[in-house]
């Protein structure tokens, strides 16, 4: 592998063992880098994870089927935009001078927000901006999963008195928490992963203490300083991270038998 190979563009690589990991350790850039992978990818799902499930539920409950395709395109459509579309599209709404939202803010009296050069509210803007433009192609699997429910299941509640609240809570959320575990599983695969084209087309220079992270930090060091090595070393130290914790959930999943991958 290269990370563990000098990289040179004539003549032939040299091997060097640990070198770029032990670099890669004692730098203080990348252990910024991973705190803010972590943290984002917390963030995003704990914040994201339950609104395509309850998104699903909220329109498999909706009695007007022209009116719910229709909130179904609503909420498919930003699947299909690019993180540059959508990064336009957040600038000019959360823009400071003349943006929708700080334009409410000044109706209410307080002072505009430079949400998106603000290191305070930069990462609530990329879980924001994730939410809006994932949940609802990711609900398409909930939708699917709600199909497969037995319809009596609903009758028997309804027959003993049971609310809507109480059939979602005590049939539909329990029937949904395999596939919810299974994607759950599938996501902590990608936790080492905070969403390299979102954040690099979001970051600026005003925000990159919060905002710069792992895949963002090998892009600088491999494409930009042509370091491959070492970005190299980074990849592979993501990976396996990745890897690990794939195993340890699915673990866990199967232990206590609520669904696992394999």
């Known amino acids: 592998s290269l990370a563990f190979q000098k990289y040179k563009i004539f003549g032939p690589n040299e091997w060097v ?6 670099e890669l350790f004692s730098s ?9 992978t972590l943290t984002i990818s917390a963030l995003k799902i704990i914040f994201t994870f339950p609104v395509p499930v309850f998104l699903a539920i909220l329109m498999n409950e909706m009695r007007n089927k022209a009116f719910a395709k229709a909130v179904r395109s609503v909420v498919y459509l930003p699947h299909f935009l690019s993180w540059v579309v959508i990064t336009g599209i957040f ?3 959360l823009s400071p001078v003349n943006g929708l939202v700080n334009e409410i803010i000044r109706f209410f009296g307080f002072e505009p927000i430079p949400f998106m050069t603000s290191s305070k509210h930069f990462r609530g803007v990329l879980v924001v901006s994730e939410i809006w433009r994932s949940a609802g192609w990711d609900s398409i699997l909930y939708t699917a999963a709600l199909m497969n429910i037995d319809p009596q299941l609903y009758e028997a509640a309804e027959i003993d008195g049971a609310s809507k ?3 979602t809570l005590h ?11 299974t994607v759950f599983i599938l996501n902590i695969g990608f936790f080492m992963n905070a969403g390299f084209d979102q954040v690099f087309n979001m970051m600026n220079d005003s925000v990159i203490s919060v905002a710069d992270i792992i895949d963002t930090y090998a892009y600088r060091i491999g494409l930009i300083k042509m370091n491959y090595s070492y970005a190299t070393a980074v990849g592979l130290f993501q990976g396996v991270i990745g890897l690990v914790l794939v195993l340890i959930t699915n673990k866990i ?8 991958l394999w």
Do not use: C, D, H, V
């Open 17 to 22: 063992g640990l070198q770029y990991f032990k």
């Open 28 to 36: 203080p850039t990348f252990y910024r880098a991973l705190r803010n």
């Open 91 to 93: 600038a000019a709404i």
């Open 165 to 167: 609240l109480s059939q």
């Open 171 to 181: 049939i539909t959320i329990p029937e949904l928490a395999r596939t919810m575990i």
């Open 253 to 260: 999943a199967k232990k206590y038998e609520t669904g696992s």
